[in-house]
């Protein structure tokens, strides 16, 4: 049933009430045994949902039976100034947000008067809250109310469902005159490529931009609320390992700029035919072609090694001591990103990962500043690492201590990588032998894709 259809049936009672501090299109019925919410309403509800402790059958409008069995305990329903608990089950019914059944009608004993389309809710001290149904010629409501605040756009949830992305954050940027020329022409120019069309799609996202180091403007859009009712791919992202290991043995590297989006090939002669093919285009001013080493993902790669970006170690080098909890996460961030190059990392970081927990007093000491800076200059001249051949067999040394687990992965001789960690709380307590089998357990854990069908040798 919709909105439009309540409002003429007299045996219904429809108006708009807070739920949660947001304001939701509320129906009152005793058609049904239990109080319903629609499913995107319920993001705001800012509750878990739980078990119901039974499983209850709906018949949906196409003769259909869906099964529920979870409910949303504790949801506050404001009425009239009136705060009232209230138990909802999700469904998707799409024309009201709330509807409220048999269960809190008869728990608050309330009646509903269906031709003065009137509910009467008993309140303490034999007073009746008497509400009535707001109708589309009205502007005041003729009921025992508090003062009504001014809606937000973000609070009505009928409207909100067709501009969510004008509230609060999502509010269009103002550029300027300069601003909206550039975000013409850049529309204009995609729009003749046929790679955007009109539309008049109630959806909307902010648009920024950013400018690049050739002076020139790149278009960035904001899709955060559009990307919350998005359905996700359900498949793997690739790991930055693995991409490493797939530049072993090569000798030549190619880097294109697309405008527009990225393709990947082995060749460079098929990756060029494949972008005339699709009518891709790329700034040739910011390709690169037949390199000996190339950028990528903060790293220099060759075909036989692997080190750290110097645009980052410059950064490192001019990091100041950390004063705020924000600034030492940040710190860490950093240089545990490029934690593979820097052997016993953990047992380094502990000084300044302690520093994280929140029931500890913020303290900059002697021991914090002496690993900060031991840890910058291990960063500052990091170990160049070799890329893993996987047709070779491989090496682990690992060790334990006190502290954590490390250990470092070899071959031919030269360093792969590097791994460590603290120790929990229970292995502090293991014997000498149990911990150096917990190095071995944790080196095969984290490298055992390495190992498989390989003779390769632990050392101590």
């Not at 067709?162 to 300027?176: M, T, W």
């Not at 894709?449 to 050392?459: E, R």
Request: aromatic share 12%; glycine share 4%; proline share 3%.
């Amino acid at each position: 049933m919709g909105a439009e259809e309540a409002r003429q049936d007299p045996n219904k009672m429809m108006d708009t009430f807070t739920l949660n501090s947001h304001y939701a299109m509320t129906l009152f019925d005793y058609g049904a045994d239990y109080s319903f919410v629609f499913t995107t309403f319920t993001p705001l509800l800012d509750i878990e949902p739980s078990n119901l402790g039974f499983s209850y059958e709906i018949e949906i409008a196409s003769g259909q039976l869906v099964e529920i069995n979870k409910v949303i305990r504790g949801c506050k329903l404001k009425i009239e100034g009136h705060i009232f608990d209230i138990d909802l089950i999700p469904f998707g019914h799409e024309s009201f947000d709330v509807i409220v059944e048999m269960d809190w009608l008869s728990r608050h004993k309330a009646e509903i008067g269906y031709h003065e389309k009137v509910v009467w809710i008993p309140l303490l001290k034999d007073e009746i809250l008497r509400v009535l149904e707001e109708r589309p010629e009205q502007k005041v409501r003729h009921s025992k109310s508090e003062k009504v605040k001014e809606h937000k756009l973000k609070d009505i949830v009928v409207v909100r469902k067709f501009f969510e992305s004008n509230a609060d954050h999502e509010i269009p940027l103002s550029f300027g005159a300069a601003g909206m020329e550039e975000l013409s022409s850049q529309l204009r120019e995609l729009q003749d490529k046929g790679f955007i069309l009109p539309s008049l799609s109630p959806w909307g996202a902010p648009v920024l931009f950013v400018k690049k180091k050739n002076g020139s403007f790149k278009m960035c859009i904001d899709y955060k609320e559009l990307n919350k009712l998005t359905i996700k791919n359900y498949y793997p992202l690739p790991r930055i390992d693995d991409l490493f290991d797939q530049f072993q043995g090569l000798r030549y590297f190619s880097k294109i700029d697309l405008r527009t989006k990225e393709k990947q090939e082995i060749h460079l002669g098929l990756i060029l035919e494949l972008l005339k093919k699709e009518k891709l285009y790329a700034k040739f001013s910011k390709c690169e072609f037949w390199l000996q080493e190339v950028q990528f993902l903060r790293h220099v790669i060759n075909g036989d090694s692997l080190h750290v970006d110097s645009s980052e170690i410059e950064a490192v080098k001019n990091w100041e001591a950390p004063r705020t909890l924000s600034e030492i996460c940040s710190f860490l961030r950093l240089v545990g990103y490029y934690r593979r190059f820097i052997d016993n990392f953990s047992n380094l970081a502990k000084p300044l990962t302690i520093l994280t927990q929140k029931h500890l007093e913020y303290i900059w000491g002697e021991e914090q500043e002496r690993e900060f800076q031991t840890m910058k200059d291990k960063l500052c001249n990091a170990h160049v690492l070799a890329l893993p051949d996987r047709l070779e067999n491989f090496i682990v040394y690992r060790d334990a201590s006190g502290l954590g687990l490390s250990c470092v992965q070899m071959q031919r001789g030269k360093v792969i990588a590097y791994a460590s960690r603290q120790l929990k709380i229970h292995e502090k307590n293991y014997t000498t032998h149990d911990s150096e089998l917990g190095a071995l357990v944790f080196a095969l854990k984290i490298w055992r894709h390495y190992f498989y069908g390989k003779n390769s040798v632990c050392w101590d």
